[in-house]
């Protein structure tokens, strides 16, 4: 294994346990990670640079997958904007550990409350615009996975050279 091998691996894992942190830029991780690895393994223009554009295109795409995802979920269920943000600030309360479940718990009460007191919407509509909202953050965090997951898979093969190894 190589030290832009292990460079990256350590940034992928990071990036991969970050995916399911509201708050953390999983993918961002991932391509500095990508990045480091390729200056360390010996930047060369060819074929580099192209991979290295390729994936900052595929990084800022990831990126909007939860929000549009969470769009989808919310306008295809009779949400609204406010319980898209309901649902995003409730992700990011339930990262605390005081709560069960609190990354589904967190987003559906965030929405659910937001349909409820602020649109002000009867129980049976905001409980589906909820769900809506609850269905399309867990459609983008489970591409947001795959995503992380191939990307991982092809830069790991791509650096694994056991004659460079740093371990021996």
């Known amino acids: 294994m190589s030290l832009a091998f292990l ?7 990071l990036g991969m346990i ?20 390729t200056l360390l393994d010996g930047f060369q223009v060819w074929p580099d640079l192209p991979f290295l554009l390729t ?7 990831i990126s909007m997958v939860d929000n549009v995802a969470s769009a989808w979920g919310a306008r295809k269920y009779g ?10 600030i409730g992700g990011l309360v339930g990262i ?12 559906l009460a965030g929405a659910l409350i937001a ?26 965090l489970i591409a947001k996975v795959v995503l992380h997951l191939l990307i991982g898979i092809y830069e790991l ?7 460079k190894s740093v371990v021996g």
């Open 96 to 107: 605390l550990p005081i709560i069960p479940f609190g990354l589904i718990v967190g987003p």
């Open 18 to 37: 970050g995916t399911f942190i509201p708050a953390v830029p999983a993918t961002i991780i991932i391509f500095a990670g990508t990045v480091a690895a």
């Open 115 to 140: 349909e409820l007191f602020i649109v002000r919407k009867p129980v049976p509509e905001a409980i589906r615009a909820a769900w809506g909202t609850l269905v399309g953050l867990l459609t983008g």
């Open 157 to 163: 093969w791509r650096l694994w050279e056991p004659a």
């Open 79 to 88: 949400g609204s904007k406010q319980a898209v943000w309901g649902a995003l």
């Open 55 to 61: 994936f900052a295109v595929i990084t800022i795409l």
């Open 7 to 13: 460079i990256f691996l350590v940034a992928w894992v």
